[in-house]
């Protein structure tokens, strides 16, 4: 009844090619990203900041990235902790060498660097497909987070190996990392930047690029023939994929944990990543949100739950507890919609565009 | 398929005389790389049976690859699950072949439970749906085992005996030594892999196995039950993953990490190819041996700890020049 597009007229290209065609859902996105900027950093308590708003922002990052790769371009990566570390350790590297040049600016710098990496990392798959691609990419995986612990060069000879993130502000006394940092600054900056980032991804799987990774995606061989040249295309989806990875991997170091250390980039961050895109929906940027937020939010209610029913049960049998309903969720997912929440979200809409009527 | 016997006595000599003449160079120019030949066996030895380890547990994956096309990521946890079980019974007082019986009862069951539960829904997805779900199922055989078992690690003894023994004492100086325990592994492998062929080969089941791997659709066609056909798979790589957890359990213990050596599975697969037994084998010896010598004689250039992304890379390197692994089928790919 109140959800539907009758008398919005498309008059003009502009309006045609409009992201949110639909005026319902442009005040709809707004009215939400107003009360994520304005409402939520006066309401939210520390641990919410913390714990599950900038993880959730985070990932939400990495997952864009990884969707691009494997959701818009078809090529399944399973090296995302890998390029994670890549940008945490960039920014480390390129921050305490140049302390004089803004946050913003270094995160960026890391996350063209990690891009570098995934070109490299992404010439095998040129020749080789499928599940071959999955495993070789997991070279990438190991050999990266090898490289890290092994060269105390990476963590200016730190003799521990775990280094906190450095104090930086993004302007005058606007500290987003570092002890000065609140949750509350890291909070609006990661807001503002992921939000950015999602504009800038949303509208590269709508351009020529985009759209070439889709042609690769559905059938490479029949994409070559229409003539798009395959190497262009799956490089350069490697390349922005791991520009995004990158920098969700600087961002969960230095505003996360803030902490720079290669073991929370183990191959399980990998896998977490993926079970992102695919439970929000491959090939959907509204998905990867769900998804990193589905990812994030179940493990914190799994462990929560047995505390608020009155059960008591020992840490360890939480902890086995968790891994199982976990994967039986993941399997329970998989077969109600193999397509993702993405999909689900879709199939709302068309729903609430009949309400009340049945057809 | 005819095996060319020629190319397969010459080319892996050829490769380790090769490997040994380089090394022996090198050694010659640095004198920080110690090299004998001795030694260079003794290392070769040790790193092929080694692989022989990492065959078994790609076997498991080549298996259901070949029968249903998924990539059963789950291998590892049902390693893990069968050793967690075997020790469990065995702890109730049980022998150990009783215990091992009653493990590969229980991974019968399993492989139903899967492909009830889990499989007989998601008939049909894409590839990547039915990888996810066996990372699911990997997760809850994970948390299942150890609910039911618990976490600490534990021994698994059924009598192997461990001590090294000298070969070629009169050949080399010093002798090489060999781990009495690895070879019993090696032979192990060989048994399950002779069965495992026997049974593909001569039997009904096995020829219905075969031709599901070929064609699903035409195998349906003439009236072989897809869906029994899949239990039977999963259940053959339940007891392949009860041979692995038992061998690996008892060289280093049960405990969580053993549902990790699915990753050192993985580029053994995609080296072999990840349709082929044969594959599974040969990758699996390649890698152990090559992962082997290059910890001990490279590792002095290229820092320590290499045996964690070695084998990709190399598996990496080589589908560059074959995609399809060196004994899988050839990728036909049409418009």
């Not at chain 1, 920014?91 to 960026?108: A, D, G, Q, S």
């Not at chain 2, 007891?239 to 050596?261: D, E, R, Y």
């Not at chain 2, 580029?267 to 152990?288: D, Y």
Request: net charge neutral.
């Amino acid at each position: 009844m109140f959800y539907r597009e009758a008398g919005q007229y498309k008059s003009d290209y502009a309006s045609d090619q409009a992201i949110f065609p639909i005026r319902q859902d442009r005040i709809g996105v707004l009215l939400i990203f107003l009360f994520a900027l304005l409402v939520i950093p006066f309401i939210a308590t520390n641990y919410l900041l913390n714990s599950i708003l900038v993880p959730f922002l985070v990932f939400s990052i990495a997952a864009i990235g990884l969707n691009i790769l494997t959701g818009y371009c078809g090529q399944v990566s399973l090296g995302t902790g890998g390029f994670m570390a890549c940008g945490a350790f960039f920014t480390f590297k390129l921050t305490t060498w140049m302390p004089e040049v803004n946050i913003l600016l270094i995160f960026l710098m890391a996350g063209f660097g990690t891009a570098l990496v995934g070109i490299a990392f992404g010439i095998p798959s040129l020749r080789i497909k499928g599940f071959y691609l999955a495993i070789a990419t997991l070279a990438a995986q190991f050999f990266l987070i090898w490289m890290f612990t092994q060269n105390p060069w990476w963590t200016n000879y730190n003799p521990a190996g775990v280094i906190t993130a450095p104090p930086r502000a993004l302007f005058g006394n606007f500290y987003i990392t570092g002890i000065e940092a609140t949750p509350v600054n890291k909070y609006l900056f990661l807001l503002c930047f992921t939000a950015a980032l999602a504009l800038v991804a949303k509208n590269l799987v709508r351009s020529a690029l985009g759209r070439a990774w889709m042609a690769i995606r559905d059938m490479d061989i029949a994409a070559e023939i229409i003539g798009i040249r395959p190497m262009a295309a799956k490089l350069s989806a490697f390349a922005v994929s791991s520009f995004f990875i990158g920098i969700s991997g600087a961002a969960w170091a230095f505003m996360y944990t803030a902490s720079v250390e290669a073991l929370a980039f183990e191959v399980t961050r990998s896998f977490q990543v993926l079970f992102m895109i695919i439970i929000g929906g491959l090939g959907s940027i509204l998905g990867s949100f769900l998804g990193a937020a589905f990812i994030v939010l179940l493990p914190i209610a799994l462990s929560n739950l047995p505390a608020m029913v009155g059960l008591r049960l020992p840490v360890d049998l939480i902890a086995h507890l968790e891994f199982m309903i976990f994967g039986a969720l993941i399997v329970f997912f998989l077969i109600v919609e193999p397509n993702g929440l993405a999909r689900l979200w879709q199939i709302g809409k068309e729903k609430l565009r009949r309400w009340p009527f049945p057809y | 398929m005819p095996m060319r016997i020629l190319p397969w006595l010459i080319i892996p000599p050829a490769a380790i005389i090769g490997l040994g003449l380089l090394l022996q160079g090198i050694s010659a120019i640095d004198s920080q790389l110690y090299f004998t030949w001795g030694y260079f066996l003794e290392v070769l030895i040790a790193g092929t049976l080694q692989g022989v380890m990492y065959s078994l547990v790609a076997l498991g994956f080549v298996l259901i690859f070949k029968a249903s096309s998924i990539f059963n990521f789950a291998q590892g946890s049902m390693v893990l699950f069968a050793a967690l079980t075997m020790v469990g019974l065995m702890g109730w007082g049980l022998h150990w072949t009783l215990a091992f019986l009653a493990t590969a009862g229980v991974m019968v069951l399993l492989a139903m439970a899967i492909e009830r539960a889990v499989l007989r829904p998601l008939v049909n997805q894409p590839h990547i749906i039915l990888f996810m779900a066996t990372i699911g199922i990997f997760y809850f055989l994970d948390g299942f085992g150890q609910t039911l078992w618990g976490s600490d690690v534990k021994q698994l003894d059924i009598g192997i005996p461990r001590t090294p023994i000298f070969i070629f004492e009169e050949t080399f100086e010093g002798g090489i030594l060999v781990n009495q325990f690895d070879v019993i592994a090696a032979l192990v492998g060989g048994a399950l892999v002779a069965i495992l062929a026997i049974f593909f080969q001569k039997t009904r089941i096995g020829r219905a196995l075969r031709a599901v791997a070929d064609d699903h659709q035409a195998a349906l066609s003439v009236g072989i039950p897809l869906k029994t056909i899949w239990a039977i798979v999963w259940s053959v790589a339940g007891i392949v993953a009860l041979v692995t957890g038992v061998m690996w359990g008892s060289k280093m213990g049960v405990q969580f990490t053993l549902a990790l050596i699915a990753l050192k599975a993985l580029p053994v697969l995609i080296l072999g190819g990840l349709t082929s037994i044969p594959g599974a084998i040969v990758g699996g010896l390649i890698i152990g041996a090559g992962e082997q010598i290059a910890e001990v004689f490279l590792s002095t250039y290229i820092g320590s700890a290499i045996q964690d992304w070695f084998a990709y890379v190399l598996a990496m390197l080589f589908l560059l020049i074959r995609p399809q692994g060196l004994f899988g089928e050839k990728i036909i790919e049409r418009v």
